[in-house]
């Protein structure tokens, strides 16, 4: 056990830093503690823990699993800080990987588990999965030789993942597959990572569209292609760039993507460490493909740090109209830094300024409510920044669009089926037993269609908070206990939840309209992997028409962005 100590006493001083911050807070607030400085409370805490570590060692009874001892003293120094800042050990360099470059070394598929199953989700686009056959729906029994029913999912994926050009076979039962269920794939591993742009496209006639889904190595790369094919169609007078759920990765990628549309040598962004010296500027490097066409960029509540950097800075610098609802509010830039044994940190090494000067972060680590809960930035304590047109804008708490457009309140029923997986499982049945149709954007579900589906609803397996009964729940509860539950009253709430009950079949038809949005997403992300999802979703996307109204009613992009429409600043500059 010594030499495992010796081994790790690096890591062990690293963990020694825990309580540093802690103890130092602690001395300071003795009444009669002499000043202590931060250097002293360091030395301290690190002399204690190696004392506690060789007593450990020493006198515990049983034998200590030392790894995990560190790795959980590690874990408890780094949740005193913030949740972006992680350690990897030599054993998570694949989870390396796939943070920076959106790589990794497996089947390319999603997975998803299960009552003690794992299915295959979704297949990546050009991924050895699809490329073999795998399908959404597949029910994994074996990887290469082992049983994998009854292991977690995680334990699934491992075995899937591997180095690049080893082969590993994959047992599935296929539902609703003739006439054998069984089916076995030998696949080949390759290095695989989600396209970053999974489709792009003219829509509503005149709007080049663009969803973005993360920044990686790749992402700059797959949205010039985009926007040079855009210049090059004459029908485009538009460009919305997508960044809903995209929640950010690498910063230089939301650099060069923002050079495409403002002028070479903007300062785009500015991040600060500990000190002046640590501040470092980021410009746009290039002349830019498309300068001057009306743009607009959605955003939601899963769009974070880079997807906030290039929105913040064309809201900054009025070159988009931002459309949707509020950013998270991720202002934190996280940087790796190498340990020994091959281990490694992704540490916040600094704060995002967007060109108005504003910090968006909502949440501030540094000062803790007393039950260690950090709360968001209060619009009362929020700050008044200016675009370059001179607009307020807010620093705290995420980006706040221009025009804000709500997706609405999903149900506790749609919910339910979501999560449930009912939905994922109709739509595995209705592409096995129905060809592909004409049109992705235009097909529906019959009454037939919607009322297989429905009956395929095991009422046992859909569960969700009932609020009306709920409610009448705590009425009922709130009369007995300021005394009006009489028989009267009791007789009226009774007749109320009578009515008020829920019946499964009904309640399905009532929000079918809903439902089938989301059946008929699903199924179009099977007929066509990748893009299909993304252009059902935009048939009936209201952020997206508010995108079309606001390029097309005269004058109203030009207001948003405080700017005055081409005929009035030609006339101006005449007079």
């Known amino acids: 056990m010594r030499k495992q100590l010796r081994r790790l006493w690096p890591l062990l001083c690293v963990a020694a830093i825990a309580a540093v911050v802690g103890g130092a807070k602690a001395s300071a607030s003795a009444k009669d503690a002499p000043a202590e400085s931060h250097d002293e409370a360091y030395q301290r805490n690190i002399t204690i823990f190696n004392a506690l570590t060789r007593e450990l060692e020493e006198s515990y009874v049983d034998s200590v699993r030392v790894d995990d001892a560190f790795k959980a003293a590690i874990r408890g120094m780094l949740a005193t800080v913030d949740p972006y800042t992680e350690y990897y050990s030599y054993d998570d360099k694949e989870s390396i990987s796939r943070l920076t470059t959106g790589a990794y070394g497996g089947i390319g598929s999603f997975i998803l588990g299960r009552n003690g199953n794992t299915y ?58 003739a006439p054998d269920s069984i089916l076995t794939f030998t696949i080949t591993r390759e290095k695989v990572g989600e396209p970053s ?46 960044l809903r759920g995209n929640g950010g990765g690498l910063v230089d990628q939301a650099v060069k993507i ?32 498309m300068p001057d066409i009306p743009m607009a960029v959605l955003i939601d509540g899963g769009s974070a740090s880079a997807s906030e950097i290039t929105a913040g800075a064309l809201q900054d610098l009025d070159r988009a109209v931002l459309i949707g609802t509020q950013s998270f509010g991720k202002g934190l830039v996280q940087g790796t830094r190498p340990l020994p044994y091959n281990a490694l940190l992704k540490v916040t090494q600094a704060k995002y300024y967007i060109p108005s000067g504003r910090l968006i972060q909502a949440l501030d680590y540094s000062h803790r409510n007393p039950d260690g809960s950090v709360a968001r930035v209060p619009d009362s304590l929020t700050n008044v920044y200016h675009t370059l047109a001179g607009r307020e804008v807010r620093d705290g708490g995420g980006l706040r669009p221009d025009s804000v457009v709500s997706p609405g309140r999903l149900s506790p029923l749609v919910y339910s089926l979501l999560a449930g997986q009912q939905i994922f499982d109709y739509a595995t ?23 297989d589906f429905a009956d395929g609803i095991d009422p046992k397996s859909v569960t969700f908070d009932k609020l009306c009964n709920n409610i009448l729940k705590d009425l009922r509860e709130a009369a007995e206990a300021e005394g009006y539950l009489n028989p009267q009253i009791t007789a009226a709430i009774d007749s109320l939840d009578r009515q008020l009950d829920h019946d499964l079949r009904s309640d399905l038809y009532t929000k079918r309209g809903v439902i089938e949005e989301y059946i008929t997403q699903e199924i179009a992300s099977r007929y066509e992997p990748g893009s299909g999802e993304v252009r059902r979703e935009l048939v009936d996307d209201p952020a997206l028409s508010k995108a079309e109204e606001i390029f097309t009613t005269p004058g109203l992009y030009q207001s948003i962005l405080g700017q005055r429409p081409k005929e009035q600043a030609a006339s101006a500059q005449k007079k």
């Open 197 to 242: 742009v999974p489709w792009y496209g003219v829509v509503k006639g005149n709007i080049g569209y663009i969803r973005l889904t993360q920044f990686v190595e790749s992402s700059a790369a797959d949205v010039l292609k985009a926007i040079e094919e855009f210049q090059a169609n004459p029908e485009v007078k538009y460009l919305v760039l997508d």
């Open 258 to 289: 923002l050079s495409y549309f403002l002028p070479k040598g903007t300062e785009v962004l500015r991040t600060r460490g500990k000190d002046v010296a640590s501040e470092k500027i980021y410009k746009t490097q290039q002349n830019p493909v």
């Open 120 to 177: 295959i989700d979704r297949p990546i686009v050009g991924s050895p999965a699809m490329k073999a056959g795998l399908k959404p729906g597949d029910r994994i029994l074996r990887v290469d030789t082992v049983d994998v029913v009854g292991l977690s999912s995680d334990k699934t994926s491992g075995l899937l993942r591997g180095q690049p050009g080893t082969d590993v076979v994959v047992t599935v039962e296929r539902p609703y597959a």
């Open 429 to 451: 049945k209705y592409v096995a037993t129905h060809p592909a149709p004409d049109s992705l954007e235009t097909f529906s579900l019959t009454d037939e269609d919607f009322a």
